[in-house]
C-alpha cells in the first residue's frame, strides 16, 4: 500500500459543481496535512493546511479524519481557474522527519 | 511575501558540466528543501537542510551536492548528469521541518535538460 494515495482522476465538472478529493495515508501516527494545487509546469501552490477541527477557506474546505486515516478537500462553486492538479501532502515524524507527497489528483473545470 | 526565488529557470548541460542550481528565501524560514519532479509525478524530496546543516538525504546520487552558505541560500551542484536526471528542480523553505502546520513554500523551479 503506498503511504499516500490519491485519485488520480481526471475529474471533469461544469463551472459551479461541487467537488470533493480525498486522500488515504498508511501511517496513523502522521502528524500535518496540507493541500496543494500545482498548475502544468509550475510549482506546487501551497492550498491549505488541514487541521484536526477542519477548516474553510472561502470556497474551499479541508477535513482531516484521524480514525480512517484520510483528509478530504471540498472545493465549492467551482471555477475555471480551478483546473489544476490537487496534492496532499503528509508529514510523517516516525523515524525521523518524511514530507510525502500523493500523487495528485486532475481537476478540470469546464464552462 | 512568501517568496522564494530560483535560477536559473531553464538550463540545459553536457553530461561532463559542472552547473550549480541557486534559491533563495527571505522569510526568516530555518528549513531549506531540493525536490526533484518529473513529468506527470509528485515531487520526490531529495535533500532538506534544517538550521544550514544538512538533516535529510534521501539517498541521492553523489552527483547532486546540495550546499547551505546561509540561513536564506541554497545551492545544488550537478556534475557529470545523466540524462534521466533531466527534471524540474525545486527548492521549498518553511518554518521549520518539525511540528505542526509548517508549511512548505515552493519556489518556481528549475528546468533542466541534460544532453
Known amino acids: 500500500r503506498k503511504e499516500v494515495e490519491q485519485d488520480p482522476g481526471p475529474f471533469n465538472v461544469p463551472e459551479g459543481a461541487t467537488v470533493a478529493f480525498n486522500c488515504t495515508y498508511s501511517n496513523s501516527a502522521s502528524q500535518s496535512f496540507f493541500w496543494y494545487r500545482q498548475d502544468c509546469r509550475k510549482e506546487p501552490k501551497l492550498l491549505m493546511s488541514v487541521y484536526s477541527s477542519g477548516n474553510e477557506d472561502g470556497r474551499f474546505t479541508a477535513q482531516l479524519n484521524r480514525a480512517s486515516q484520510y483528509i478530504s478537500l471540498l472545493i465549492r462553486d467551482s471555477k475555471l481557474s480551478d483546473s489544476a492538479t490537487y496534492l496532499c501532502?503528509?508529514?510523517?515524524?516516525?523515524?525521523?522527519?518524511?514530507?510525502?507527497f500523493g500523487a495528485g489528483t486532475r481537476l478540470f473545470v469546464k464552462a | 511575501d512568501t517568496e522564494v526565488t530560483q535560477t536559473p529557470k531553464h538550463l540545459v548541460m553536457g553530461m561532463t558540466n559542472k552547473k550549480s542550481l541557486k534559491c533563495e528565501q527571505h522569510?526568516?524560514?530555518?528549513?531549506m528543501y531540493w525536490y526533484k519532479q518529473k513529468a506527470k509525478k509528485p515531487p520526490e524530496l531529495m535533500f532538506v537542510?534544517?538550521?544550514?546543516?544538512?538533516?535529510i538525504n534521501e539517498s541521492v546520487p553523489s552527483r547532486f551536492s546540495p550546499e547551505c552558505p546561509n540561513s536564506s541560500l541554497l545551492n545544488l551542484h550537478l556534475h557529470a548528469l545523466q540524462p534521466e536526471d533531466s527534471a524540474l528542480y525545486l527548492c521549498?523553505?518553511?518554518?521549520?521541518?518539525?511540528?505542526?502546520?509548517?508549511?512548505?513554500?515552493f519556489g518556481p523551479g528549475t528546468r533542466l535538460t541534460v544532453t
Open positions: 501532502v503528509v508529514n510523517d515524524y516516525t523515524g525521523g522527519f518524511k514530507t510525502i
Open positions: 521549498a523553505s518553511s518554518q521549520d521541518k518539525g511540528g505542526q502546520g509548517y508549511e512548505q513554500y
Open positions: 537542510y534544517s538550521y544550514e546543516k544538512l538533516s
Open positions: 522569510m526568516g524560514h530555518r528549513a
